[in-house]
């Protein structure tokens, strides 16, 4: 699937860059919303679609805890800070859905403030998508034995025990329970203006493909093209890069292999 896969993730790339031109030229302003499990694959997903975008127009909005301060606002305060500009791409890695999921299973809110939360997102998505937000909802769909082994691999790789947090430990013990409130979030929030799209991503190379096709679906943008770019001539011969000599080297140790 390697070969496949790079070729196929290379021509969604491509269409990507003309997504986040259409975006741009028309000023419309794309949220997508990346829900799921624990080590599920949203990470990877949001690499995947911004790989090769212009950083200037795209953002990933990751919140972190609240603080102190946070915790006393308006619970959806935080997060609307985040929302996108004219042609601006927004990707956020969990988001205020924290509250329909994580945040009730693991005793983080009370059954009030969850209640009061499901409640309070259709009239809140829907003045969003009254503003012109396109506003797409993904869950990233993974069963507990593949999840158990992504579990695993992180916890056995040192680059990727950084993922593994105390919260995300303590909540496999909770799978049956997340997927019930997952239901009951879908079914309270899914509306034509801010729809929930479930993505398989047992197979992540196979979620990824499947998702960003889905995506480009979704964002309807005129057919145009990517200007072509024309390099003018150089005036006289290329240059070496000649730099004061205040200036310090980094040593090159890197060494090729013969073979």
Known sequence: MGKRYRKAIGELQLELVRLQHGLRSS???LLVIFEGRDAAGKGGAIKAITESLDTRGYRIAALGKPSEEEATQWYFQRYVAHLPSAGEFVLFDRSWYNRAVVEPAMGFCTPAQHEAFLDAVPAFEKLLADDGIILIKYWLAVDQVEQEQRFA?????PLKRWKLSPVDLAARQKYAEMGKLRDVMIERTHADHAPWFVVDFNNQKRGRI??????LQQVPLPEEAVPKVKLPRLKGKPRGEHVTDKALWVPDTFRESAD
């Open 153 to 157: 691999e992180r916890a056995d790789d």
């Open 27 to 29: 000023g419309k302003r």
């Open 210 to 215: 499947n998702l960003i096709r889905h995506l």
